[in-house]
């Protein structure tokens, strides 16, 4: 079946550093993938996405790279904030319009 | 521009009761999809509403139905309501195909 997966359910980093995380996603036909960032007590809040005739994106402190041939996709953070501190999700879309999320990565920011 | 908002935010039910949750997208957007999310499960796809017709549906049972008005607001109602349903249940809308989708705050339902 579908699914996509993150590889760390928790990432640990000191401010100021730059975090990565990863997704793996199964379903080759999806062609629109997604970064949210979501807050204890709130919803999902987009963060950027990319499709799948792209490999790169960049939005401001952070950058989406996809990797077709082995079904990865990463969200780089630039000069990680406090404020950064939530949980991660990334998710796919093929032609159904509906979005598989994976399960959420935790992200930890030491000050 | 205002987001897309939920109402409730909270709420608690018993068992067997019926729910109804609402959703107003953001202006302009109409489609609207529901998702629940559950610690053990996570996000969930429930189920798509575009120009008020359901346009794809997810795996859950018949008790959980939707609908989408001419405005574009929406509505997902919960029957026969299981301890199980208790999460959070988000509403999320988007222009039209292709474009980025926006989630809600959620509306979060405790079933006791």
């Known amino acids: 079946g579908e699914s996509v997966g993150l590889h760390l359910p928790t990432l640990s980093v000191q401010e100021g550093d730059n975090s990565i995380i990863n997704c793996a996603y199964s379903n080759s036909a999806s062609d629109y993938f997604i970064w949210y960032k979501q807050e204890s007590g709130k919803g999902p809040q987009f963060i950027i996405d990319?499709?799948?005739?792209?490999d790169k994106r960049q939005g401001q402190r952070v950058t989406v790279l996809l990797n077709k041939t082995v079904k990865h996709l990463s969200l780089q953070i630039a000069a990680t904030q406090p404020g950064d501190s939530a949980v991660y999700f990334c998710?796919?879309?093929?032609?159904?319009?509906?979005?598989?999320f994976g399960q959420g990565t935790t992200l930890q920011v030491k000050p | 521009k205002a987001g897309v908002t939920q109402t409730p935010r909270y709420l608690i039910k018993t068992r067997g009761q019926q729910v109804t949750l609402s959703c107003s997208p953001i202006?302009?957007?109409?489609?609207v999809s529901w998702y629940q999310q559950t610690p053990g499960q996570g996000l969930q796809f429930l189920f798509e509403?575009?120009?008020?017709?359901?346009?794809n549906k997810g795996n859950f049972p018949g008790r959980f139905s939707g609908r989408q008005f001419s405005n574009s607001r929406s509505e997902m109602n919960v029957s026969t309501l299981e301890l199980g349903d208790s999460a959070l249940y988000l509403c999320?809308?988007?222009?039209?195909?292709?474009?980025?989708?926006?989630f809600g705050e959620g509306s979060w339902l405790t079933v006791v």
């Open positions: 998710a796919e879309m093929g032609n159904t319009g509906k979005l598989i």
């Open positions: 509403y575009f120009s008020e017709t359901q346009r």
């Open positions: 999320a809308s988007r222009q039209g195909s292709g474009n980025t989708i926006y």
């Open positions: 202006s302009g957007h109409r489609s």
């Open positions: 990319i499709r799948s005739n792209m």
